[in-house]
Structure formats: structure tokens, C-alpha cells
């Protein structure tokens, strides 16, 4: 991302419904799979400005991870300086079976090598132990949102699940996420992509906090549920490492 997305994303991101929210969704399906105490070893790949890996740290062992000086320098100012590490996805500096859980939250989408960074988050998490993954979702929701974060692309289910063919891990859920909130998302980058609506983008803003409070609801409850959607603004993937490998 570029250094103002990452200002932007620092001050929004402890109370916006998405960024709340999403982190609301990945700690139900983390504890889902293991238990969360301070014995618990999680990696959080590509960090970003840290919201989640500083909301864990209350409860785990986190590792926060990222290749970015911006997102390192926010890190170091949230976290301990043990707790974080420069890193890549596609090479983790972690020997392997490090960790007993490994996130990331909207990441793959920045990596061009997004099947090398798949491989690598299964290399360093102990068998049994769950990989978290969240990336945006369909590619007809492209906007300049998605080219001002740098994005590759956004992922369709198919293409989501076919990075996980005939590698050692089981799929545990994969489904679309903020899925009530997607037709108004489609209009409105629809009308950004014509020119109508050309002010600052809604992801940058903090909502009235009836409505914010409201749009977390409609994004958290029904991704908490084990209910298989046809179509959302993100995908969330929750699956784990066989107990049978190495």
C-alpha cells in the first residue's frame, strides 16, 4: 500500500464497522479451532498497521509480520519489539511448525505470488493447527479503492479454494462475507467508476455510530454463521494443516 493508505487505514480502523468487524469474524473462527490463552503462538502475516495483532496481544502470543516500513514503524509503536518481524509471505522467517495459528487479513491480494504465500503459511503452522485467510471478492467490485491499495485482484470461491488443491491442509469453511452490504457496494463504485460520487471514498470514514454499529451487525452476524453464500464484497477461509504431513 502506499504510505497515506496506511495513515488512512491507522485512523479508521479501531472503530470502522469493516475493520471492527473483520476482526470480530477472525477471532470466532480462531476460536472455533483452538483455544485462545497466552499459550497460544499466532502469526499474523502482513500485519498492516497492526489493529488486529494488538487486539490478540491481549490474549496470545503474537507474531506481527510485514515487509512495509510504514506498516513495521505502526507496529513498533502498538506492539513489543519482540513481537515484531519483517517478513515476507512467500518467505517466512520462522522454521517450520512454529505456530499453533497463522492469519492473514485481506494480504494474498497484494501478493503476486499468492500460491508461494499459501505454501509458506502451511510450511510454518503445527499440523492440526488453523490458517485464518481473508481477501476481498469479486472482481466486479474493482474500483480505485482496489488500485490505490495496490491490489492484484479480488478472488471468486473457485479461485480462493484452488490455491489450497493438493496441498496438506483441510478446508474447515470458505464462504462470502459482508454479503448484505454487497448492492450498495457495487452502486456505489459503480458511480464512482462514471464520476458520480467523486468524494472522498466510505472506506475512509467512520459512519454515524447508530449506523456504524448497524453495518457491523450485518457484516459480523451472518459471517459468524456456517452458512455457505453465493456472493459478498470479501471471502473468509478458515482451514487447517493435516495432522498426517511431515
Known sequence: ???????????????????????????????????????LRLLDCGAGSGAFAAAMHKSVKVIAMDDHEESLEILRKR??????????CTSIPFPDDSFDAVTALDVLEHVPAHHHAVKEMIRV????????????????????????????????????????????V?????T??????????????????????????AEDHIPMMPINWLLRQAFVRPANLRIQFPFGVGLILVAHKNETDG
Not at 170 to 174: A, P, Q, W
Open 170 to 174: 483441510k478446508i474447515d469453511h470458505c
Open 125 to 168: 503452522v503445527r499440523p492440526g493447527a488453523p490458517i485464518i485467510i481473508t481477501v476481498p471478492a469479486m472482481m466486479c467490485l474493482w474500483s480505485d479503492w482496489d488500485t490505490s491499495l495496490h491490489h492484484q485482484r479480488r478472488y471468486s470461491k473457485p479461485e480462493l479454494l484452488g490455491l489450497f488443491h493438493h496441498l496438506p
Open 79 to 88: 506492539l513489543p519489539p519482540e513481537a515484531v518481524v519483517r517478513g515476507s
Open 176 to 201: 462470502y462475507i459482508n454479503v448484505l452490504a454487497t448492492p450498495l457496494v457495487w452502486l456505489a463504485r459503480k458511480a464512482r467508476a462514471i464520476g458520480l460520487g467523486t468524494g472522498s471514498r
Open 1 to 39: 500500500m502506499s504510505p497515506e493508505e496506511y495513515c488512512n487505514l491507522e485512523q479508521v480502523e479501531a472503530l470502522h464497522w469493516y475493520y471492527a468487524g473483520k476482526r470480530n469474524i477472525v477471532r470466532h473462527w480462531l476460536a472455533k479451532r483452538c483455544k485462545i490463552d497466552s499459550s
